[in-house]
């Protein structure tokens, strides 16, 4: 399957999870976070999981700036991490509303370039 034809199959995946009544977040986040590295979105992934990160890096007790450390770390460590630190602290639904405000971004980045075209 091409990237394009790829792209769009996710696409409309992604736009089904924007949905705030969703009651079980976790296993979606993953699914998110596991789609955008199939569609090669690593670096997108990455900028989420350290922003979010960043933000609350005083309720996770972090003492090394994350920006400094990321590259240190595999993308998963820091995904688990994030994912652990959010669970613990109550924080999944601001996780998942970065993810989802993230590929609502990228998706009209798509749509946006795909009329252009």
Do not use: W
């Given at each position: 399957?091409?990237l394009s034809l790829k792209r769009n199959k996710y696409l409309q995946l992604f736009q089904?999870?924007?949905?705030?009544?969703?009651?079980?977040?976790?296993?979606?986040?993953?699914?998110?976070?596991?789609?955008?590295?199939?569609?090669?979105?690593?670096?997108?992934?990455?900028?989420?999981?350290?922003?979010?990160?960043?933000?609350?890096?005083?309720?996770?007790?972090?003492?090394?700036?994350i920006y400094d450390i990321n590259n240190d770390v595999s993308l998963n460590q820091l995904?688990?991490?994030?994912?652990?630190?959010?669970?613990?602290?109550?924080?999944?639904?601001?996780?998942?509303?970065?993810?989802?405000?993230?590929?609502?971004?990228?998706?009209?980045?798509?749509?946006?370039?795909?009329?252009?075209?």
């Open positions: 399957m091409s089904t999870i924007n949905n705030k009544n969703i009651k079980y977040r976790g296993p979606l986040l993953l699914r998110i976070y596991g789609l955008m590295n199939e569609l090669e979105l690593s670096n997108e992934n990455r900028y989420i999981l350290c922003n979010f990160i960043d933000q609350n890096s005083e309720r996770f007790n972090l003492k090394k700036d995904f688990l991490f994030a994912y652990s630190k959010a669970r613990t602290n109550n924080l999944i639904p601001k996780l998942y509303s970065e993810y989802v405000n993230t590929v609502n971004a990228l998706s009209q980045k798509i749509d946006t370039h795909a009329n252009i075209s």
